[in-house]
């Protein structure tokens, strides 16, 4: 039968592909199940927990031996590719799109990759699989609790014998998955919000929140319903625009993304400096390729010399690690559902979802995707 596995991911990744629950229902459906020692640890997942489950906890190298397919939050390290062999396969965020020479190594050994960047998320039998969804989700919520924490004021109005204290005003850009579920959070904690999108059709969403909808001058909607990157004589005018929100916000988290591209800078240099004391950007594209804020760095909090905050935060997902390896876990089961016949593996390059899916394979790169982003 086929063994499906999870590593433990790089330090600083609290998730893990693999929840117990999932373990459970692989087994019960006649597969293996792989855990590497200590892979659940940082989500709350001892060992024990996933041998309950029916899994078998192996030490790092036979893990990598044995599977067929090993699921993972991110891209396993040299360690683990070294040691893949032709015709295993990888599924998980893999970044084929961005990272151009793993995607090559890969293929040159042959390895089958399925990576979530390339599902095709408007095809409704995907929403299932959709990781990107799954992981904004939570990525958002979190946003809001960090702002709500690292804020120095109360998010709500505190009507008190001490005095009034008047709302926080926070202020969201990019209002995709993240953005809205941060917006959501941030009412239910009082803020008094508004939200911003470069794609007019999300206003009927953010207003529905109860929250404000803000515009520019500046809109753009590009395949699939998803934001495109704009020229930069159309950023340049955003960001003129944006000032003016950003200033008289006290609160402002940013999850502007554009596939496959660097994130877009919607608060500029100046808009940080121009910030009063106290401000809190949060950064949810904050990563190696940039951020939507001028100075934000992942995983860090920057203070700015005129007292803004900014924080790096790429990484929130990691950061409600047990719910989002939860959610990440399912979408895992729905992939293997989708590529798994009479207990074989059959990753079916002609199927909408699956085809898509694969960046690699057979020692091809087979995404017209990823070869038109290494033109
Ligand atoms: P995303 O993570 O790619 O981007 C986040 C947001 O940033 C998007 O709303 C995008 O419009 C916005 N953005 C990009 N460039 C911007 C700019 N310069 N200025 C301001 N905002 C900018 O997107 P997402 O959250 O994954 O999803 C975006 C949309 O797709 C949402 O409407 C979502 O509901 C929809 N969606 C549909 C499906 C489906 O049909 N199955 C699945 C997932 C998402």
């Known amino acids: 039968s086929l063994t499906i596995a999870a590593l433990r991911e790089a330090p600083g990744e609290n998730r893990v592909a693999l929840s117990p ?24 997942y001892p060992d024990a927990v996933y041998e309950q ?23 396993p390290g040299a360690d683990v590719v070294d040691q893949l062999t032709a ?3 990888l599924l998980g965020l893999l970044r084929p799109l961005t ?4 995607v090559k190594e890969l293929a040159a050994k042959k390895v ?35 702002a709500a924490d690292s804020f120095a004021r109360y998010l709500p109005m505190m009507i008190t014998a001490a005095g009034t204290a008047k709302p926080t005003k926070v202020l969201v850009l990019g209002t995709g998955v993240a953005g809205l579920q941060a917006i959501g959070t941030a009412k239910r904690l009082g803020a008094m919000v508004s939200g911003y999108d470069i794609r007019p059709a999300s206003r009927g969403e953010v207003e529905s929140l109860g929250a404000t909808f803000l515009t520019t001058s500046v809109s753009a909607t590009g395949e699939g319903g998803y934001a495109r990157a704009l020229t930069p004589e159309e950023t340049a005018q955003q960001q003129a625009e944006l000032a003016d929100f950003i200033a008289q916000n006290d609160v402002i988290i940013t999850t502007a993304q554009v596939p496959g591209r660097r994130p877009p800078l919607l608060v500029t240099q100046k808009s940080v400096d121009a910030a009063k004391a106290g401000t809190l950007f949060i950064d949810l594209a904050a990563s190696e390729l940039g951020g939507n804020v001028a100075g934000s760095q992942p995983g860090k909090t920057v203070t700015t010399p005129q007292q803004a905050q900014i924080v790096g935060a790429g990484d929130m997902a990691s950061q409600l690690p047990a719910s989002a390896s939860d959610m990440f876990a399912k979408n895992v089961q729905a ?3 989708a590529v798994v016949q009479n207990g074989k593996l059959v990753l079916d390059v002609d199927d909408e979802v699956v085809g898509e899916l694969l960046a690699t394979y057979q020692g091809d790169i087979i995404s017209s995707r990823v070869r038109e982003a290494m033109k």
């Open 99 to 102: 990272d151009l020479d793993y």
């Open 21 to 44: 629950e999932v373990v459970r229902k692989l087994v019960k459906s006649e597969f293996q199940v792989l855990i590497e020692a200590g892979a659940g640890t940082r989500s709350f």
């Open 335 to 337: 992939v293997l559902n």
């Open 53 to 75: 489950a029916g899994a078998k906890i192996s030490e790092r190298s036979a893990v990598i031996k044995d599977a067929d397919v090993i699921a993972t939050i991110g891209q």
């Open 87 to 89: 015709g295993q396969t």
């Open 112 to 146: 089958n990759a399925l990576a979530f960047e390339l599902l095709p998320r408007t095809v409704s039998r995907a929403q299932t699989m959709d990781v990107l969804s799954s992981q904004a989700s939570v990525a958002g919520y979190k946003a809001a609790l960090v």
